[in-house]
């Protein structure tokens, strides 16, 4: 089974300054690692993914990850925030193939500041 | 290209009464997935389907919650029985494995509100 760790749950940041938001997992096999964005009310949109080669991966809206095996982390970071990028992000895990749930963090709350 | 489909999007039931939530997958995707997300808490997996298939029902409550996903049509996420705890956000994502899309991609959920 995987299980996902996001640390933080709420995370403010000041309009334009860079942001780190943290994740790690758990797993016994290989797997498939993904971002999520939810804004209030509607579905979640996919970020970005890992699933294989680079450890460095980009995503929509100027965010990108960075895949740690040794550390079982997969962190997503955004050089400057804008206030639209409030929102909740799930970072989430499945195990390495087709055809496999998706287990979530528990969420992590970035409020953007003026 | 449309994306994935939910319907409807708010429901409002009495205890003891059925609820009957809708998908429809992105077009071409035979792939379908149903989670939940209860208040304050995360998304939780709960079952996946394939045409006409359940493939995976690990999270799913042992009674009064089916899933079908028929050949022709919507996949269906029926709770019969509602209690106050069903009270919740539904998704359904779906993914394009046939081609190699191991992501997936979610609808903008029901909402159900249990009375």
């Given at each position: 089974a995987q299980s996902v760790t996001q640390l933080d749950s709420q995370v403010p940041v000041f309009e334009e300054a860079p942001v780190e938001l943290r994740c790690n997992y758990s797993s016994s096999v290989s797997v498939y690692l993904f971002w999520y964005v939810q804004y209030p009310n509607q579905g979640l949109q996919l970020l970005l993914k890992y699933?294989?080669?680079?450890t460095l991966v980009k995503g929509i809206n100027g965010f990108e990850a960075e895949f740690n095996k040794s550390q079982t982390s997969f962190h997503l970071r955004k050089p400057s925030v804008h206030i639209s990028d409030t929102a909740e992000y799930f970072c989430a895990v499945s195990r390495a193939g087709g055809g496999n749930k998706l287990t979530f963090g528990t969420g992590t709350q970035l409020k953007v500041e003026l | 290209n449309a994306g994935v489909m939910q319907n409807p999007r708010h429901l409002v039931r009495r205890r003891g009464q059925e609820a009957r939530l809708r998908c429809s997958p992105m077009k071409g995707h035979s792939h379908v997935y149903w989670y939940r997300q209860l208040p304050e808490e995360g998304l939780k997996f709960m079952v996946y389907l394939q045409k006409e298939n359940i493939?995976?029902?690990?999270?799913?409550?042992?009674?009064r919650f089916s899933a079908e996903f028929p050949k022709e049509g919507p996949s269906i996420l029926r709770i019969q029985q509602?209690?106050?705890?069903?009270?919740a956000a539904y998704f359904c994502a779906s993914s394009d494995l046939e081609r190699g899309g191991y992501e997936q991609y979610f609808g903008p959920g029901t909402r159900l509100t249990v009375t």
């Open positions: 699933l294989s080669g680079s | 493939i995976d029902e690990s999270g799913m409550p042992k009674e509602v209690v106050r705890g069903d009270s």
